[in-house]
């Protein structure tokens, strides 16, 4: 299997604070690969220069074999990074169905067009269906996205990004602050969802973690202490005292 | 262009550049410890210099009225705080540039209305009424050095009640972290009415100070006010050191351009051309010292953090 | 996997279209009425107001939909009323050939000021365009051979293909409503527009947009190259209504005065800067007509709009239908 994404030396640190030390990890087509670790293990930062928000010191990070590392965050979405954020992230004002019509609209011709009615365009609309109802919030289309509940709102994050039809999702705590159905629910659509989509996923809940990853990696203090299938990293030492023992025991 | 003519430029450059800074620093310290923008800063400025004319006509006395204009001075700062400005802070910026254009309009009709549109002017203390000769052939009016030292004095102040004592710390603190600074336990509002107030009250100095120099007329603070912006775009929002600096260069640059630019000019193109063009260049210089400045550094030159 | 539901319909409202109909007819009336009522003085006054509107309602692309307060907006009038007033006075008198060079001057400047303004945000946003639209109004300011700071009388008027029709009263009143409600009309298809949604969404949410893969940075200066070039367009407008053109049309307290008519009106509405600008203008005659001193009592008015009513008169109007339904 070829590797989408390819981290090698990742490193950054804020000052004297090292973030990201030296991490190389990659995902691979059709995979699920989950990353945990403590609060301030340097997940979110990690995800942020992935996808652009922040720069590394160091270190190469290449999508589909192309270096990206120098390019702005919008440059890798265009390239075919889609992410969701840690804090929900949309755009309140529009509806639900602007969202992801917006996030469609990245990926289907110029957006200096001045004149046309983007509301209007169906082929917009309709990418923005599929990914709505694909994600189970069809039926939320009409609604203005700053009232949907929390959980809607994790759903939106979702359907934005796989709206942009990307060639891999970097997902960033999708069922934080979810209910226990809600977050089964979503579990369930992120399992259908892999096989199109390569994902990258921050979460914090063990159980969807589990039942969604087929790699896990554990992140501690920037670096990254174990890396295998779950069952491994389940039963890994390091792990478990890095991580599971805090967390479970 | 001689020699002297520059030297002569440099001190004006540096009188201006010292009121600048008067008024900067109170814009920064209000920005940065309230993220607050007052556009009716430079009416502070205004009401100092007007105060000083009227109370120069009641005494008779310069630094009579100079040491009664200054208290006088805050209180209008605090006043204007009470009615308008303590209700702001929470707002956002439009609302803020909104609500401060409107006092802007308003004392700026006042005055007019109070002392009329013609620009006053009140005249240089006697005790400072004789010129300094500086080198051979340049002699430098007193009151313009008393006022670049007392600018300079009033820096020097300021820096050590920032660096040393405790409300300094806290302001020092609230430019960079507000929500810290709270969590401290520290009274805000107390702190942001002790900033508001001696900010004003330094733009009053200023005007005092400036009376006797420039004329004093309706809306006289709107222009340095902008200027003073760009002072604080350059320097860094919240930073004292920064307004400190970017002050003396702007004053610098606007004087020494309007005389220099003209000249090199002429070296390149016809005199009656370079006359012509010479002083829009000139008085955009400090524009495009902003501009360049923002391309290299968006956050300023002293910004006391990277991103607000 | 669930069968796709159809995207819901999109609703136009009928009520704005209505009332700025009414608006424009009553501007369209204007010159009749004026035969009978006040003369010169009122469509005069109607062009300077309906002028000011066409500003406003560019101001509005920038305040209300991409979130960018702009304080140095008065600059491009008064770059468009120069160019104008400037190639006239040099013997250059086509409007055909104006135009181009007004929209080319105020673009170049849009992008230029622009590219660095937009570097920042929030309060540093306001302050460095306020600086840009001063280093404008300094700089024409400071052209001696064309009027310094007294401004330049346009001694010829501008030509349409040789003909002098513009200049005539019937002319500019005509092309100034006919602008105005073709600025008007753009403005709402380009809010409206797949570039518009993108403009609108990064006010509210720049990373997320971002993230999307829109460069945000590229559609701002967009929408401030198009403010821009409108309003130099109103302002060659200005210069060949007045005949008369001084740097004080691109002075501080106008870009103020443009915000006032923005936020007066409502921002991001369909009718708010149309409706706000031609309330500015009625507002400064009544209150001084009752006053010189007018700006003691709008002052006062400003700060307690600042402070209480932030949805403007387009948001008054909604409420009284509102609570009229």
């Known amino acids: 299997m070829t590797a989408v994404l390819e981290l090698t030396g990742v490193r950054k640190a804020f000052g004297a604070l090292v973030v990201t030390d030296g991490v190389d990890l990659d995902l691979r087509d059709g995979e699920c690969h989950a990353l945990i670790g403590p609060n301030g293990a340097g997940k979110s930062t990690l995800i942020h220069q992935i996808s652009g928000v922040l720069a590394p010191d160091e270190g190469r990070i290449a999508f589909e074999g192309r270096d990206v590392t120098s390019l702005s965050l919008a440059e890798r979405a265009i390239a075919g990074l889609g992410r969701s ?57 009409g609604i203005t996205a700053g009232t949907l509940s929390h959980g809607e709102k994790r759903l939106l994050e979702l359907a934005i990004a796989i709206a942009g039809r990307p060639r891999a999702l970097l997902l960033d705590e999708p069922m934080a602050g979810m209910g226990r159905a809600e977050s089964e629910a979503l579990t369930e659509t992120l399992k259908t969802l892999k096989s199109t989509y390569p994902m990258l996923l921050i979460e914090h809940d063990m159980e969807a973690v589990f039942r969604l990853a087929d790699r896990v990696s554990v992140l501690v203090a920037g670096a990254i202490v174990a890396s295998g299938r779950p069952d491994e990293v389940r039963t890994d030492p390091q792990a478990r005292a890095a991580y599971l023992g805090e967390d479970h025991a | 262009m001689s020699t002297t003519l520059i030297l002569i430029q440099l001190l004006n450059g540096l009188q201006l550049g010292v009121i600048l800074f008067l008024i900067a620093a109170g814009l920064t310290l209000v920005f940065g410890v309230m993220g ?24 008779g006395s310069f630094l009579v009225a100079l040491i009664l204009a200054l208290p006088l001075a805050l209180a209008l700062g605090l006043v204007l705080e009470f009615l308008v400005f303590r209700h702001l802070y929470d707002r956002d910026h439009l609302s803020q540039v909104l609500a401060t254009f409107g006092v802007i309009l308003f004392l700026n009709q006042l005055v007019k209305v109070l002392f009329g549109p013609a620009s006053l002017i009140v005249p240089v203390p006697e005790f400072l009424d004789f010129s300094i000769p500086i080198v051979d052939g340049l002699r430098y009016p007193a009151y313009r050095l008393a006022l670049i030292a007392s600018g300079l004095l009033v820096a020097l102040l300021l820096w050590l009640i920032i660096a040393k004592t405790r409300v300094g710390m806290l302001i020092r603190a609230g430019a960079t972290n507000p929500d810290m600074v709270s969590a401290l336990g520290v009274n805000v509002r107390q702190l942001f009415l002790v900033v508001f107030g001696f900010g004003a009250m330094l733009a009053g100095f200023a005007g005092v100070m400036a009376a006797p120099v420039f004329s004093v007329e309706p809306g006289m603070g709107d222009n340095l006010l902008i200027v003073a912006f760009v002072v604080i775009v350059i320097g860094g929002a919240g930073s004292i050191r920064g307004a400190f600096v970017a002050a003396l260069l702007v004053g610098l640059v606007d004087t020494l351009g309007r005389m220099l630019v003209t000249d090199g000019l002429r070296l390149v193109m016809d005199p009656s051309s370079a006359n012509q063009i010479g002083p829009a260049i000139a008085s955009m210089l400090i524009y495009v010292l902003m501009a360049l400045v923002l391309f290299w550094r968006p956050e300023g030159l002293f910004a006391p953090k990277a991103a607000r | ?17 209505v009332i700025a109909g009414a608006i424009f007819a009553l501007l369209a009336l204007t010159p009749l009425f004026s035969e009978l009522y006040g003369g010169a003085y009122v469509t005069s006054l109607a062009v300077r107001a309906m002028i000011l509107a066409i500003v406003a309602i560019s101001l509005d692309l920038l305040m209300g939909h991409a979130g960018l307060v702009s304080f140095g907006h008065s600059a491009f009038v008064a770059i468009g009323a120069y160019v104008a007033g400037i190639m006239v006075t040099e013997g250059a008198q086509e409007m055909a050939l104006i135009l181009p060079t007004a929209i080319l001057c105020a673009a170049g400047f849009a992008a230029l000021s622009g590219a660095i303004c937009l570097r920042t945000s929030g309060v540093s946003f306001i302050m460095i365009t306020l600086a840009f639209g001063q280093m404008v109004f300094f700089g024409l300011g400071s052209l001696a051979q064309y009027g310094g700071d007294d401004g330049l009388t346009l001694w010829s008027s501008p030509e349409v293909f040789g003909t002098r029709w513009l200049t005539s009263k019937e002319g500019i009143y005509w092309v100034v409503l006919l602008t105005l409600i073709t600025t008007w009309a753009l403005t709402h298809r380009i809010v409206g527009s797949r570039f518009g949604r993108v403009l609108r969404a990064a006010r509210q949410n720049p990373t997320r947009v971002a993230s999307m893969g829109y460069s945000v940075f590229r559609y701002r200066l967009t929408a401030y190259i198009i403010a821009g070039v409108v309003s130099a367009i109103a302002g060659v407008l200005w210069a060949t209504h007045a005949a008369f053109v001084s740097p004080s049309l691109g002075s501080w307290q106008r870009s103020g005065d443009l915000i006032v008519m923005v936020v007066l009106g409502g921002m991001a509405t369909r009718n708010g800067a149309l409706i706000g600008a031609l309330f500015f203008i009625l507002l400064e005659e009544v209150l001084s007509s009752i006053t010189h001193d007018w700006r003691l009592i709008f002052g006062p008015l400003l700060v307690l709009i600042a402070l209480h009513a932030r949805g403007g008169l387009v948001g008054l109007l909604d409420r009284v239908r509102g609570a009229a339904a």
């Not at chain 1, 949309?90 to 609209?105: H, K």
């Not at chain 2, 400025?45 to 005494?59: E, F």
């Not at chain 3, 996997?1 to 279209?17: D, G, K, N, Y």
């Open chain 1, 85 to 141: 954020f840690q804090i929900t992230s949309i755009i309140p004002e529009f509806t639900v169905l602007e969202n992801v019509a917006l996030a469609a609209q990245a990926r289907e011709g110029s957006s200096f067009r001045f004149f046309g009615r983007a509301a209007e365009e169906a082929a917009l609309n309709e990418a923005a269906m599929e990914a709505l109802t694909r994600i189970g919030l069809g039926t939320r289309a």
């Open chain 3, 1 to 17: 996997m669930s069968t796709l539901e159809a995207a819901p319909p999109v609703t136009r409202p009928v009520a704005p279209l």
């Open chain 2, 36 to 59: 607050f923008i007052n556009l009716a800063h430079g009416v502070q400025y205004m009401l100092g210099a007007y105060l000083a004319v009227w109370l120069y006509g009641l005494t």
